[in-house]
């Protein structure tokens, strides 16, 4: 891989980004809200934003760079596949039972439901989620589809996948910002109490994690090599910059990709 130091630092801070992410979200409810509880209180709507921290935030954000960890390339394709799908699926239960605490919530305090233009494109992003899961399993992972097709429509899954992913991140904005306008009366929001500036900050972290991985995810020389030569990569351990295809590899590999011809974008 090509400055695979400079990837490795990116990452490592993706990961930082977004374990401090879920602790931000974590301490909110803990320290300066009701804590977590299913019971249609305030309790239960903490789970809203928390689990969409971890879920539609941090492993959604995940499962879009795990194909280009290089330590992951010796893995099969396939296996990758079904990491990448079962990362989705697993933030996308999240994300149900997140959208549920607050449905919830809402119902037993006679709130109205679906009214504010964070629920709005909330809910079309949880529910564009699951319609790229399915395209994505049914395309990428049942091995019937042809390999043109898969090509075709790869460009579609990538900026759909994109697309949802930073959607979840304006709308968890919106959602921090409401709470805290709603919940923080005296002193107010705009007295900047300590819960005010703990949440202000996970708004940070989330859109610096969510940076990263469009960064991470948009650079082509960090891209998974194609099968045939992700079998062949010399990863050296001892020097983990020296991630790269036996000379031989690299020139078999342009070869296919001339025969290929697109075929190599196919997932
Ligand atoms: C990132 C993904 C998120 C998605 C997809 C999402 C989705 C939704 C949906 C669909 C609703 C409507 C529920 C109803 O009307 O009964 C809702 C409500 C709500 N959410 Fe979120 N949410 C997200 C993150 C957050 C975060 C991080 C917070 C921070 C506290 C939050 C705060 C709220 C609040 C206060 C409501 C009730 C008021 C309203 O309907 O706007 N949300 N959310």
Redesign the pocket.
Known sequence: MEDYKHFLLLFTLALALGFASIAS?LTWALRYREGLGWDGGAAE?NW??LL??IG??FLQGIAIVVYRLPWTWRCSKQMMKLIHAGLNVLAFFL?VI??VA??DF?NAKN??????L??WI??A??ILYPAQIVIGIAVYLIPVTPVYVRAALMPIHIYSGLFIFTS??A??LM??T??LI?SLKSPGYKDSPPEAVLVNVLGLLIVAFGGLVLWIATRPSWKRPKEGDAQTVSYNSSSPGNVKMARTDQESSLEARRRNGKAEESG
């Open positions: 979200a709507f809203h934003p969409m921290v539609f935030i994300a997140s959208v607050v449905f809402h709130i109205p439901n679906m009214y504010s964070h629920s909330g809910l992003a949880v979840g991140i709308t968890a959602g921090i409401e709470k709603f």
